[in-house]
C-alpha cells in the first residue's frame, strides 16, 4: 500500500524534499515507519525519541496502524505564534 | 480560513464581536528584532497547511465550549515576515472582560503548543535557523 | 491625549509598538446591548476631563515601571455611544506576550476603578440611569 | 477665599449645574465642604459616608485643607472602562 509523507521544517532540509509516496506493507505503525526513514536519513533523529506525528491532519499515537493512502507527517517542534 | 500569507488585517476579526459583548481582548504576536540574543532581520513562517488550519479552528470552539459565552477568531500568517509584522492575531469576545482575556491568552497558549506551524530567523549576517522552542534558544540548522 | 469624543482608532496606539516587542495585548471595552438585566440603546460617558487624563497617565506610566520592558497606552471616549461601539482601548506592548497581558489586563482593571468617568445608560423605552458599579447593578436617578 | 468646585453624573444632576466658584473659610477641610453641601442638598448624600474627593485633579483625603483657588470635587463611583 501506498501512504503520502510530508516533510516541514528542519526535517524537509534534511530530507531535501517537501513530500513523497512511499510504499509501506500492511499493518506498518506510525513507530515503524519513523524507524525507517530515521534508517535512510540519520539527520531525521536529532532526539532521541519519536517526534509527534499526524495521520490525515490529527495527531497520533506511535501505535497507530497505517492505511493506504494515509497522509502522513511526523512534527519538527512546533513554533508557530 | 485562519492560515493567511497576507498582512493580517484585525477589521474582520473584531466585525464578529456581538452586540452582548462587553469585553474584546485582542493578542498580537509581532516579528521581534532580536531572539536568543541575537538580531533577528525577518522570520520565515511555514505551515502543515491543512493541519494547521483543523487545530486553529479546534482551539478555538474548544475554547468556546470552555467559556460557553466567548468567540474566539484566530489568524495566522505565513511566509516571509519583517520586524513589526504580525505573525498571529487572536480576538477573543465575551459579555465580560475576564472571558476575554482568559479565553484570549489560552488561545495564543495552545496555538503555540500544537498548531504545526515552523519558524525559520533570519539574521543580518545571512545566517539562519529553525526555531526550536522546545531546547529554550535556537537551534541552528545546516 | 487619552480622552477622545471620537470613535477610538487602533492604529495609532499600534503605531506604538516597539521592533523589540513580540506581544501585543489589546483590550476594548464594548457598549453591551443589555446590563443589569435591561436592554440598553445607547451609553452616555462623561469625564472629569483634566483629572481623568491625568489619573490615566499615572496608570500608564506606574504599569510601565511595573513591568518595565512594557509599553501602555490608553484611549477612552467620551460622549454618546451605540451598542458595538468601543468605550476604551488598551494597547499593552512588551517582548513578551506574559507581560503584555497583564499589564493590559491591570490597565483596565486600575481605569475602572480610578478614572473620573462616569456612564448613563440609555434603555429602549426612554428611561436612563447613572451606572454605579458599586452597587452590582443600576442606580436610577430621576 | 474661594474654590472652584466640580459636579459630575448624579451629583451634576442633584446639583443642577456643572460647577460654581464658592467662598469658603481659610482653614476648612475637605470634609466640612462635603457637609456644607449636604446640608444645602440632602439628595447629595446617598450614601452615608463622604465620597471620593479631588482636589486640583488629585484624589485626597477628607482631613486636606483647603486652598484659595483649588479645584474641588467629590466624586461619583466611577464608571469608566
Redesign the interface.
Known amino acids: 500500500m501506498t501512504i503520502r509523507l510530508l516533510y516541514f521544517a528542519t526535517f524537509r532540509d534534511v530530507a531535501g524534499r517537501d513530500g513523497e509516496d512511499r510504499r509501506v506493507a500492511p499493518g506498518t505503525p506510525v513507530s515503524a515507519l519513523w524507524r525507517e526513514l530515521v534508517a535512510e536519513m540519520p539527520g531525521l533523529a536529532r532526539t532521541g525519541s519519536m517526534p509527534p506525528a499526524a495521520v490525515n491532519c490529527e495527531y497520533t499515537g506511535p501505535d497507530t496502524v497505517l492505511a493506504d493512502g494515509d497522509e502522513v507527517a511526523f512534527l519538527p517542534p512546533v513554533a508557530g505564534g | 480560513m485562519h492560515l493567511t500569507p497576507e498582512p493580517i488585517d ?1 477589521a474582520p476579526l ?1 466585525a464578529g ?1 456581538r ?16 531572539h536568543a540574543g541575537r538580531e533577528t532581520r525577518s522570520i520565515e ?4 497547511g ?3 488550519e ?1 487545530e486553529m479552528e479546534k482551539i478555538a470552539r474548544a475554547l468556546e465550549r470552555e467559556w460557553p459565552d466567548s468567540l474566539v477568531a484566530i489568524r ?1 500568517r505565513v511566509g516571509l515576515l519583517a ?2 509584522e ?3 492575531a487572536v480576538v477573543a ?1 465575551a ?1 465580560h ?1 475576564a472571558e ?2 482568559a479565553a ?2 489560552a488561545a ?1 497558549d495552545r ?10 530567523e533570519f539574521h543580518p549576517d545571512g545566517s539562519s535557523e ?6 529554550g534558544d535556537s ?1 541552528t ?2
Chains 1, 4 share one sequence.
Open positions: 484585525l473584531l464581536v452586540p452582548s459583548d462587553g469585553g474584546v481582548c485582542v493578542f498580537l504576536g509581532v516579528v521581534r528584532d532580536n513562517y511555514q505551515a502543515y491543512s493541519m494547521a483543523s495566522h520586524v513589526g504580525a505573525s498571529v469576545s459579555p472582560r476575554a482575556f484570549c491568552r495564543i496555538i503555540k503548543a500544537t498548531v504545526p506551524i515552523w519558524k525559520k529553525w526555531v526550536d522552542p522546545t531546547r537551534s540548522a545546516r
